[in-house]
């Protein structure tokens, strides 16, 4: 079983950054050998697939997001991240961090139904 917890959310201007973190605890192996996203969700919308990346490196973006948001992680911290710059209003959003044991096809990696496990998410505010 895992356990992931999103930080580093907050209130920002818009063109502002932020880098979000996600922290996976409770499973076998570290996030080497699982897929990894973020996913975001404004309230009367649908849950969106924001950035991902799978066990081989290999990353997929939503086109709103390329240029401006860049995803990494750290095996050996067994966390995931999301640098995000030049933040826009539309950003605003509950972002969550997502995760499945296992490889993922590339063209799925922007789906939810690819991911088990899921944070309780965390708060983008972007102001202008």
């Known amino acids: 079983q895992v356990q992931l917890v999103e930080s580093g959310g907050g209130s920002v201007q818009a063109g502002g950054s932020l880098r979000l973190s996600c922290a996976a605890f409770?499973?076998?192996?570290?996030?080497?050998?699982?897929?990894m996203g973020w996913f975001r969700q404004a309230p009367g919308k649908e849950r969106e697939g924001v950035a991902a990346?799978?066990?081989?490196?290999?990353?997929s973006y939503a086109d709103f997001v390329k240029g401006r948001f860049t995803i990494s992680q750290d095996n050996a911290k067994n966390t995931l991240y999301l640098q995000m710059n030049s933040l826009k209003p539309e950003d605003t959003a509950q972002y969550y961090c997502?995760?499945?044991?296992?490889?993922?096809?590339?063209?799925?990696?922007?789906?939810?139904?690819?991911?088990?496990?899921w944070g309780q998410g965390t708060q983008v505010a972007v102001s202008s």
């Open positions: 990346i799978d066990t081989d490196g290999t990353t």
């Open positions: 997502a995760a499945h044991p296992g490889a993922v096809p590339a063209y799925l990696l922007l789906h939810r139904g690819s991911y088990n496990y």
């Open positions: 409770g499973y076998t192996y570290s996030t080497y050998y699982m897929a």
